[in-house]
């Protein structure tokens, strides 16, 4: 499995970016797909998941300001983000949970809002 992440970029506060993950391999569609993030000098965190089924969760400080999808036929999962904030920016980074399968990681792409 691969996952290539794109659509980061710089955007002004109170803007919006939408983030996709394509990945390759046979096993997309009944895996969970993961937004994570990480700022400079933080930890990584989780931002928004999808699992198979199409349930979703996020992490409180998203909540409201983006969401995240799924579209098993072209194996891609997107962040929709809007109402950036400058704390919104840092390294969004895709993932694929498959229980019994080793966690994939996507390269990263990067997010930057300016104020």
């Known amino acids: 499995v691969q996952l290539q992440a794109s659509g980061g970029g710089l955007v002004q506060a109170g803007g919006s970016l939408r983030l996709s993950c394509a990945a390759s391999?046979?096993?997309?569609?009944?895996?969970?797909m993961g937004w994570y993030r990480q700022a400079p000098g933080k930890q990584r965190e989780l931002v928004a998941r999808?699992?198979?089924?199409?349930?979703?969760n996020y992490a409180d400080f998203v909540k409201g300001r983006f969401t995240v999808s799924r579209d098993n036929a072209k194996k891609t999962v997107y962040l929709q983000m809007n109402s950036l904030k400058p704390e919104d920016t840092a390294v969004y980074y895709c993932?694929?949970?498959?229980?019994?399968?080793?966690?994939?990681w996507g390269q990263g792409t990067l997010v930057t809002v300016s104020s």
């Open positions: 993932n694929l949970e498959l229980l019994g399968s080793p966690t994939y």
């Open positions: 391999g046979s096993i997309f569609s009944i895996s969970t």
């Open positions: 999808i699992t198979s089924g199409g349930s979703t």
